[in-house]
């Protein structure tokens, strides 16, 4: 007879077989059989731009791949695509200039494949503009020239000089079918359809012949083009991948993620995108786990961090600054804040800095289940505008002077709880609850034990008159401003903080008064530290023996909150 063992186990067995005769049942033997999990075989692959070569299998530091087009090419075509505990390794102090493509990786939890570096000196760069490529002209298509991109390349967007171009969609150009243009007439076709001022393969489409193709604007030889890769690093339908210790600089977006689970972003460096930094789209599919930590995000033309329709998001301990509208001379366009949150849940936000962004620190739309805390955020155009159901912002420190506070609204049923944050040196408005009605809103917001130093409106109720109030309450906070103290309750200004909380029934326990901030000009995180004598210490409220939160409560530094007979004000 035949025996098969078991498909999988725990640890090594030893078991005894025992054979008995058809024949004669009374005849047997036994015998001793080991049984252990072979050894998982791995690779690790290498790829060097200044002394690999597109013959060597990439196996070893000496048979460097040369170029990103064998990721691609290997994850995509091989017959033995990458396989779990593999490891992709770019030389440090090689510099490449494509993208990295990657899809339908399936790493594990005790075997991730890892895309990353080896060597010594400064990690390795990848530009994603293609300010290396060579142009030649078409013959037949005067003013068309031909560059090639590299296999798996997904063009974004193209510019000459500082004027984007127009995509030419391929479909429409060969009648709404699909266009193969590896075929000579379809080409001609496509190639004919070119107006001045344009390129292709449109955006999405994965080169073929790994070619893209430009009309100058003038009809001339182009001097100065720049064909920007969607991504740096493009992942899509793939598990259990890191993606760590690479320097990313311009391209559309940084890394961008989709239809994956379990993806580990860390430890890399972009800059100069004209889009997003890092964007995991669960859009297509779903994005579930990913963790995104340690990177360093600056010069960005929308957000530099950013989730959409994912679950289960961490970014954690990132640094990002500089979000603007012009990126390498460019105008760029989007929301501009530092991170953005779009109905996604269960998103975990904690410990980034945040700074020098035109918006908000960060930005959210339709989220559920989320929680910010412990970031630094400074010189932000806003701090934000929590804008969901179930969320959690606590013990963060906003120092955004000459900038709004945070302007929260509830778009479902479950409580907003907003707590021990600082919101130092905001204009407009400090503490805001703004009209959740009109998003179909029913769950409470919560204010506690926050501190707004300010130079305008402290605490705004319900700005419109749709805005019921009903389920918005504010309470143990400490505000002080050194110009003119208002607030707004359901459209009524009330200038002075007594007649507010006479008026409003709010803020009963809550102090107006000068936090006495261990530094009179604060500028770092430990510069918000209480001294010993602010009427924000002891003298906030607890929410865990009042049961707004479920576990015990640590402040910004990791100090476990209480200290003394009730918490402090404010985020220490």
């Given at each position: 007879?035949?025996?098969?063992?078991?498909?999988?186990?725990?640890?090594?067995?030893?078991?005894?077989?025992?054979?008995?005769?058809?024949?004669?049942?009374?005849?047997?033997?036994?015998?001793?059989?080991?049984?252990?999990?072979?050894?998982?075989v791995?690779?690790?692959?290498?790829i060097?731009?200044?002394?690999?070569?597109?013959?060597?299998?990439?196996?070893?530091?000496?048979?460097?791949?040369?170029?990103?087009?064998?990721?691609?090419?290997?994850?995509?075509?091989?017959a033995?695509?990458?396989?779990?505990?593999?490891?992709?390794l770019?030389?440090?102090?090689?510099?490449?200039?494509?993208?990295?493509t990657v899809?339908?990786?399936?790493?594990?939890?005790?075997?991730?494949?890892v895309?990353?570096?080896?060597?010594?000196?400064?990690?390795p760069?990848?530009?994603?503009?293609n300010?290396t490529?060579s142009l030649t002209?078409?013959?037949?298509?005067?003013?068309?020239?031909?560059?090639?991109?590299?296999?798996?390349?997904?063009?974004?967007?193209?510019?000459?000089?500082?004027?984007?171009?127009?995509?030419?969609n391929?479909?429409?150009?060969?009648?709404?079918?699909?266009?193969?243009?590896?075929?000579?007439?379809?080409?001609?076709?496509?190639?004919?359809?070119?107006?001045?001022?344009?390129?292709?393969?449109?955006?999405?489409?994965?080169?073929?012949?790994?070619?893209l193709?430009?009309?100058?604007?003038?009809g001339?030889?182009?001097?100065?083009?720049?064909?920007?890769?969607?991504?740096?690093?493009?992942?899509n339908?793939?598990?259990?991948?890191?993606?760590?210790?690479?320097?990313?600089?311009?391209?559309?977006?940084?890394?961008?993620?989709?239809?994956?689970?379990?993806i580990?972003?860390?430890?890399?460096?972009?800059?100069?995108?004209?889009?997003?930094?890092?964007?995991?789209?669960?859009?297509?599919?779903?994005?579930?786990?990913?963790?995104?930590?340690?990177?360093?995000?600056?010069?960005?033309?929308?957000?530099?961090?950013?989730?959409y329709l994912?679950?289960?998001?961490?970014?954690?301990?990132?640094?990002?600054?500089?979000?603007?509208?012009?990126?390498?001379?460019?105008?760029?366009?989007?929301?501009?804040?530092?991170?953005?949150?779009?109905?996604?849940?269960?998103?975990?936000?904690?410990?980034?800095s945040?700074?020098?962004?035109?918006s908000?620190?960060?930005?959210?739309?339709?989220?559920?289940?989320?929680?910010?805390?412990?970031?630094?955020?400074?010189g932000?155009?806003a701090?934000?505008s929590?804008?969901?159901?179930?969320?959690?912002v606590?013990?963060n420190?906003?120092?955004?002077?000459?900038?709004?506070?945070?302007?929260?609204?509830?778009?479902?049923?479950?409580?907003?709880?907003?707590?021990?944050?600082?919101?130092?040196?905001?204009?407009?408005?400090?503490?805001?609850?703004?009209?959740?009605?009109?998003?179909?809103?029913?769950g409470?917001?919560?204010?506690?034990?926050?501190?707004?130093?300010?130079?305008?409106?402290?605490?705004?109720?319900?700005?419109?008159?749709?805005?019921?109030?009903?389920?918005?309450?504010?309470?143990?906070?400490?505000?002080?401003?050194t110009?003119?103290?208002?607030?707004?309750?359901?459209?009524?200004?009330?200038?002075?903080?007594?007649?507010?909380?006479?008026?409003?029934?709010?803020?009963?326990?809550?102090?107006?008064?000068?936090?006495?901030?261990?530094s009179?000009?604060?500028?770092?995180?430990?510069?918000?530290?209480?001294?010993?004598?602010?009427?924000?210490?002891?003298?906030g409220?607890?929410?865990?023996?009042?049961?707004?939160?479920?576990s015990?409560?640590?402040?910004?530094?990791?100090?476990?909150?209480?200290?003394g007979?009730?918490?402090?004000?404010g985020?220490?």
């Amino acid at each position: 007879g035949l025996y098969t063992a078991p498909s999988s186990i725990l640890t090594p067995q030893t078991v005894t077989v025992t054979a008995r005769s058809a024949a004669d049942p009374t005849k047997s033997a036994s015998g001793v059989v080991s049984l252990q999990t072979p050894p998982v075989v791995t690779h690790t692959y290498y790829i060097s731009s200044s002394s690999g070569s597109a013959s060597n299998d990439g196996l070893s530091s000496g048979s460097a791949w040369r170029s990103l087009n064998n990721i691609y090419l290997k994850g995509y075509y091989s017959a033995s695509p990458f396989a779990a505990g593999d490891q992709i390794l770019l030389k440090q102090g090689d510099i490449w200039d494509g993208m990295i493509t990657v899809g339908r990786l399936a790493g594990t939890a005790s075997s991730p494949i890892v895309i990353g570096r080896y060597g010594t000196g400064p990690n390795p760069i990848i530009y994603g503009d293609n300010h290396t490529a060579s142009l030649t002209a078409v013959h037949g298509h005067p003013g068309v020239y031909v560059t090639t991109v590299g296999s798996g390349s997904i063009m974004s967007t193209v510019y000459e000089g500082t004027t984007e171009l127009t995509s030419i969609n391929v479909f429409s150009a060969c009648g709404g079918s699909m266009c193969n243009l590896n075929n000579l007439a379809n080409l001609n076709t496509y190639l004919s359809s070119f107006t001045p001022g344009s390129w292709g393969p449109y955006a999405g489409w994965i080169s073929p012949n790994n070619s893209l193709w430009i009309k100058t604007v003038d009809g001339n030889a182009p001097s100065s083009v720049l064909a920007f890769d969607q991504a740096a690093v493009y992942i899509n339908n793939s598990q259990y991948l890191t993606v760590q210790n690479l320097d990313l600089r311009r391209t559309w977006q940084g890394i961008y993620v989709s239809n994956s689970s379990n993806i580990t972003v860390q430890n890399n460096s972009i800059q100069d995108t004209l889009s997003l930094g890092i964007y995991l789209n669960g859009a297509s599919g779903s994005n579930t786990n990913s963790l995104v930590q340690a990177n360093m995000i600056t010069r960005t033309g929308d957000n530099a961090l950013y989730t959409y329709l994912s679950t289960n998001t961490t970014f954690r301990g990132n640094t990002v600054s500089n979000v603007t509208n012009t990126i390498l001379g460019l105008r760029t366009s989007g929301d501009e804040c530092g991170i953005g949150l779009q109905q996604s849940t269960n998103t975990l936000v904690e410990h980034n800095s945040v700074s020098n962004t035109v918006s908000a620190c960060v930005d959210y739309y339709y989220e559920t289940g989320s929680t910010v805390r412990y970031n630094y955020c400074y010189g932000n155009g806003a701090a934000g505008s929590p804008h969901g159901t179930g969320l959690s912002v606590y013990y963060n420190i906003f120092n955004e002077s000459g900038a709004t506070g945070i302007n929260v609204i509830n778009t479902g049923a479950s409580t907003d709880l907003i707590y021990n944050n600082v919101f130092y040196g905001t204009i407009g408005y400090g503490l805001m609850a703004g009209d959740s009605v009109s998003d179909g809103g029913t769950g409470a917001i919560i204010f506690r034990n926050n501190i707004v130093y300010g130079s305008g409106n402290l605490m705004e109720r319900g700005y419109a008159t749709n805005e019921s109030g009903t389920n918005v309450t504010s309470d143990y906070n400490l505000f002080y401003t050194t110009g003119t103290p208002y607030f707004i309750n359901l459209g009524t200004f009330y200038y002075g903080f007594a007649a507010y909380q006479a008026a409003s029934g709010q803020d009963g326990h809550s102090v107006f008064g000068n936090p006495l901030f261990a530094s009179s000009t604060p500028v770092a995180a430990t510069d918000f530290v209480l001294q010993s004598l602010s009427p924000g210490v002891n003298a906030g409220v607890n929410l865990l023996t009042g049961g707004m939160v479920s576990s015990a409560q640590v402040d910004y530094a990791g100090v476990s909150v209480p200290q003394g007979s009730r918490p402090n004000i404010g985020a220490h």
